[in-house]
């Protein structure tokens, strides 16, 4: 019962970061370090983090099921990429140690 309770969290936490992506993503950017170059580079901001990660998120209240696995095993895929990325690109600040740590707890809650 907890276990559904963490999954549903992880989902409210996924439409809210696609939330704050969409209607703040300068300050979006300012959390990745990510540097759009305009106007089309802030929507690419909104569309990717914003829209589709509220669309992730909302998944698994409308369809259920397999949907929560195939959200953890995105954001397990994210943390994968993300530590291997962090020594070869030699990025293992505070902020991307944390970024991974909540993708993988995020991950695992969400395949269990």
């Known amino acids: 019962m907890i276990l559904q309770y ?3 969290l992880a989902c409210i936490l996924t439409i809210i970061a ?3 992506a969409l209607f703040s993503p300068a300050k979006a950017v300012s959390l990745t370090g990510l540097v ?3 106007g089309r580079g802030l929507t690419e901001i909104r569309c990717v983090m914003g829209g589709l990660y509220i669309a992730l998120g909302m998944t698994p ?4 099921g397999a949907t929560f696995t195939m ?11 993300r530590l ?23 991950g695992v809650i969400l395949v269990l």
Do not use: C, R
Request: charged content about 5%; cysteine-free; proline content about 2%.
């Open 84 to 106: 291997v990325s962090i020594f070869i690109d030699k990025s293992g600040m505070q902020s991307t140690w944390m970024s991974f740590a909540l993708e993988l707890v995020l």
């Open 18 to 20: 696609g939330l704050f």
């Open 6 to 8: 963490l999954q549903y």
């Open 61 to 64: 209240f409308l369809l259920g």
């Open 36 to 38: 759009p170059q305009g």
């Open 71 to 81: 959200l953890g095993i995105g954001y397990l895929a994210i943390a994968v990429t």
